[in-house]
């Protein structure tokens, strides 16, 4: 387990964005789901690759760059009713627990705020390992997921179906698809 208070020199990543997604899934008229992703985040990453324990992570996600490939839905997702995204520009995660499972798969625990509210989420993750890339640089692969209800975060808008159920659902699973280059 780490609290963030081991004194370990700890190798630093930076998320590489054009080889990492942050993507979601949401039940869409009860049967189906709609997939998205956010377009502009940024991201640091501190760990012992020997060691899953050390990991320590945070992430900035620009709310305005929300896709799911549908244009309307997303100036929708970016309105007051969702993500208000004028008021409440980004969301950030920071970590703040973490358990090594078995050396491959971690569980972290960390503070995910959105719209000003702020909730503990538990990320479950597995650690794809490190390697060299063609320009001299070191990097590692990460994958993570979470189950959220909307709701908790303020996101409240629905509309109720005629033949019963909600347009959207309140459970939203967030899928993190990580590489990251090592900067010390």
């Avoid at 630093?12 to 992703?37: C, E, P, Q, W």
């Avoid at 209800?149 to 109720?160: E, I, P, Q, S, T």
């Amino acid at each position: 387990m780490n609290t963030l208070t081991q004194q370990i020199a700890l190798d630093t990543y930076n998320i590489d964005t054009a080889h990492s997604r942050l993507g979601f899934v949401v039940r869409h008229l009860g049967f189906s789901k709609v997939r998205g992703s956010f377009e502009k985040f940024e991201g640091t990453i501190k760990m012992d690759s020997n060691d899953l324990a050390t990991i320590e992570a945070e992430a900035a996600i620009g709310t305005s760059s929300i896709s799911t490939n549908e244009e309307k839905r997303d100036a929708h997702l970016r309105s007051e009713d969702f993500f208000d995204a004028e008021k409440h520009p980004k969301l950030t995660f920071r970590s703040a627990e973490i358990y090594d499972v078995d050396g491959k798969s971690f569980r972290m625990k960390g503070d995910l705020t959105m719209r000003g509210t702020t909730k503990e989420v538990e990320l479950l993750g597995e650690y794809l390992g490190e390697g060299p890339d063609p320009w001299g640089g070191t990097r590692i692969g990460l994958e993570a997921r979470t189950l959220i209800n909307r709701k908790d975060f303020g996101l409240n808008w629905n509309v109720a179906l005629e033949a019963g159920g909600f347009l959207v659902g309140e459970d939203v699973e967030i899928v993190l698809e990580i590489q990251a280059v090592k900067t010390s």
